[in-house]
């Protein structure tokens, strides 16, 4: 190995104070720095044009291949490369075998195309590299980053001018914190509503402070229980089960046939918990606006008087959905969120913000109190430290970039993207019904589909079926859409993603679909025919005899 | 408000399609290029001459006067700034106003300046914008994570090549996975070591699935405790809180006179648990090394056989003190390191990354199989998504940064900044102790010590005094260290950072430091001479009387 380990070095680079200062503070001579020039400017001012001209959605290469290449695990002594030819080889080897997200006919995930500004401006905050954890390593950005949590939480709840003006910088209270992601956003949300739900009292020092075991006593309960609907993020069974409350007491509701929650099953679901287990505490009911794998949202009004009712923390997960209050034309779908006590966003999402970046907004500015950590050397009590009431400790400041891009892009710019994604979704809705050999599984309302391939002859053996035969039909047809979906993205041309959804609520009827996420203002009807037309092709090329 | 609104907005720009798509893929016309090269160019080519003209350490200007420009809640609804202007305004508005973090005067925080190409990586990470959740949008990038977190498992673990060939790239084992940052990466440590204490058996699905009510039922336990010295980092106690054993159970040891964990209070304290209380469990226990506040190591193979001998989880929180490994002069203050069950380092702090990367790593590679998480649309069971063993969801490939960083610096390289830190650490303590004015509080082992101002009369009176007497005299010290730190941050030339250590463990005894932190290879001996220089000035023109 020694051997192998010198010979990667660059024979001219050594690892000297000299060079060390150099790569500290600018580029190495003005070669270097020409080189550099020449890959970031496409980087920077063209980066669209840049990735269509280098990347395809991925190269056809197994992953068995590409990892072979990726098997040395020795850090070389002094330095491999130069910074110039370290980006050469990111954009040349790399690139190329990365996913062109950006590409328009990547409609498979809620991953897509980002403004190339937001490149800018992650640029900057990366070289100022502040740190929003507390004032001292921040100072203004954590200024700025209350103002932006106020702007968008102004958006959802919309309270009175009075309030704002109390609140944004108010040190004390809290409108909404930034994460890593929903996920996180997620469990904080749920966090929060563990510790308010048991909170210090005579005796007792509160669940944060003494644990599960002794909040249930101190409470008299026996079990604490979430639920939402089958469409939930499984974020929220990690929370469950990161909090101790055990993720099987994350309960799953049955969904209506547009994919929201059944909301008899959920009121049966209560019924039946307060009767046969009195003991049990619901903890919170969790609505979805804009579900990951159908875009559904679900009657976000009923769900928050259903948890007002049985005391419940209303927590609305809009992770994916919850830009579309930008848009005057759509944002009634989304009616009720202002009665949330929680609402996740991601900034990576609809906010067209670089990974990774979520949010947490809280209707009360105090909520977040019950979560507060201090320490000696930051986040003191009483100090601004945006550290105190967030999971993370130290934070980069994406908050600088969510405020310029509302800057630059007004409400309206926003606007425009999701109008264009719930319209195009709608258009590409209409013309998989069109076309014989596609059976639209889940409709959008918002800009996300699923449908699969299931020719006519098929569907209509399906009908009649009994249903072993049914559940065998599906089971040939679940293989032909995993395949169909398998070979596109293989092809690189382009890619939709898939999921299993289950035939009214019935685990035994699961049902394969292309999922299709519509977010790339590139992305045109036209090109999602030609996805479509691609599906024909592989369908009738290569897998209809699997059918028969 | 709405007049306000209206005229927040740019009188020239609408939010249109056209302008969409030029905001989405180009500069918006050569003169726009032109005033973005002139910013982008200085942050890309020359960032510290930039900050260094352009950014005193910050403002003296207050927090509140800084506020009340950032009031304002409404969202535009047309764009209100071109890019260009945008960014013109970050530059010149916003970062006077910032933290100049990257200035070799700033020693307080473990936050400082980035080697340059640092920024280019990261543009780079943002411009590819792959999400590392699962493959399918991230695929090449997944594999070079799993490579340069083998590499670091090596520096740490040092395996045989059989071992690193059986996992760099086995799509079942995890060697470690990037988080947030150290919080969430020693929160993931805990959780896994929560998890594998109370595994699935006869009759009960496991403390994830269950909870913790019925993991202590099933297993016999009534109290999970996790033992850390008074240096741990506040961390735990939040991952004790968020994982509902309860904070009050992560149990603070006393520490010997250099700062690491007392062992033998270590083992009264486990002599005591089982005796006393023989349903506790010990859950972890953790080892520091490089804490926050002192930068002290704990002993860690001594740490190692005391978890061994308790059947308890050794995680060593290397967060700071990780990146020692590079040095070959000075790596041994880390022995036994490679005894930890998991290691928690942080890509933020002495690798040089821009925020926010936290790691763990896992000597075991089925170690997190405990915390994995399944969904039908990604990270599907035997799937190499590397999101399946992480407690974030979407997440951005900082594993590029890290692996180009080794490549442009090599070992040697991050050695030179390691051993300046800990040289020049040792002679800022040395001259401390030369002058009269100071204390040495806290003799650097790493780059981190604490010292603080007290005059040899004071001094010499403390030796002699009463308990009450030497209370009251602390108090006074500590007003005034508390306020030489807060005039000199507020002077903006020089920034130290400030705790609270307790002298010999006891609560009573608090004594406020002065604390500093030795990462930037600008900041010489001489700079921290001039640091104390003006300290003493502080002291002498405006709190001697303080003392009188």
């Keep these: 190995m020694k051997k192998d380990k010198d ?82 080889c990111l954009i040349k080897e790399i690139a190329p075998y990365a996913v062109n997200v950006a590409s328009p006919y990547f409609v498979g995930h809620m991953t897509s195309a980002i403004p190339f500004f937001m490149v800018h401006l992650k640029t900057i905050v990366a070289a100022l590299n502040q740190n929003v954890v507390k004032l001292e390593t921040s100072k203004v950005v954590s200024v700025v980053e209350k103002q932006v949590v106020a702007k968008i939480h102004r958006m959802i709840y919309n309270k009175k001018e009075s309030f704002y003006q109390e609140n944004v910088q108010n040190t004390d209270t809290t409108l909404g914190v930034f994460t890593e992601g929903g996920t996180t956003a997620n469990l904080t949300a749920m966090w929060a509503a563990r510790n308010a739900k048991f909170p210090p009292k005579d005796g007792f020092n509160g669940i944060e402070s003494e644990g599960v075991v002794a909040a249930y006593q101190a409470y008299d309960v026996n079990r604490c229980v979430i639920l939402v609907s089958r469409r939930g993020h499984y974020s929220l069974k990690k929370a469950g089960g990161i909090l101790g409350i055990g993720h099987q007491n994350i309960i799953a509701m049955d969904t209506d046939t547009k994919n929201r929650v059944d909301l008899s099953c959920l009121k049966r679901t209560i019924a039946r918990l307060k009767k046969e287990t009195p003991k049990t505490c619901i903890l919170a009911i969790v609505g979805v606006a804009g579900s990951t794998e159908t875009g559904s949202v679900d009657p976000l009004e009923k769900l928050a008087k259903i948890a007002a009712a049985n005391n419940a923390h209303f927590h609305v997960d809009a992770a994916w959905g919850g830009p579309t209050l930008f848009s005057k034309k759509y944002k009634h779908l989304l009616n009720g969120i202002q009665l949330a006590d929680s609402v996740t966003i991601d900034g990576h999402k609809q906010f067209y913000m670089p990974m990774s970046c979520g949010m947490l907004y809280l209707k009360e500015p105090h909520t977040l109190d019950v979560i507060a950590y201090y320490a000696h050397y930051v986040n003191r009590k009483g100090s601004v430290d945006l550290g105190i009431k967030t999971l993370s400790g130290s934070r980069e400041a994406n908050s600088l970039i969510l405020d310029s891009a509302l ?129 024909e092709e592989i369908f009738n090329l290569q897998l209809r005899d699997l059918l028969m």
């Excluded at 000299?18 to 080189?35: D, H, K, N």
């Excluded at 991925?58 to 910074?83: G, H, Q, R, V, Y």
């Excluded at 032909?480 to 398998?486: H, L, S, T």
Aim: aromatic content about 6%; glycine content about 4%; hydrophobic content about 40%.
């Design 7 to 88: 010979s990667k070095s660059h024979p001219d680079l050594v690892a000297d104070w000299e060079r060390l200062f150099r790569v500290f503070i600018r580029p190495e001579g003005q070669a270097s720095r020409a080189t550099l020039i020449k890959y970031m400017d496409p980087i920077l001012y063209g980066l669209n044009d840049f990735l269509k001209t280098h990347v395809g959605i991925t190269e056809a290469i197994s992953l068995k291949e590409l990892s072979n290449d990726f098997m040395d695990t020795i850090i070389c002594e002094n330095p491999e490369k130069k910074l110039a030819d370290v980006i050469s």
């Design 407 to 535: 800057k630059i892009m007004g409400r309206k710019g926003y606007a425009l993207l999701i109008d264009h994604g719930i319209e195009t979704a709608a258009a590409f809705a209409k013309e998989i019904k069109k076309r014989k050999l596609f059976e639209l599984w889940t409709a959008p309302v918002l800009n996300i589909l699923t449908y699969r391939v299931c020719p006519p002859a098929i569907r209509k053996q399906l009908e009649s079926a009994s249903k072993e035969k049914r559940r065998e039909i599906n089971e040939k047809l679940n293989t032909v859409n995993r395949r169909i979906q398998r070979i596109q993205r293989e092809a690189g041309y382009s890619f939709v993603s898939r999921t299993t959804l289950l035939q009214d609520n019935k685990p035994d009827d699961a049902i394969v679909v292309l999922r299709s996420v519509i977010m790339n203002p590139m992305t045109t009807i036209d090109i999602l025919k030609e996805i479509l037309d691609e599906q």
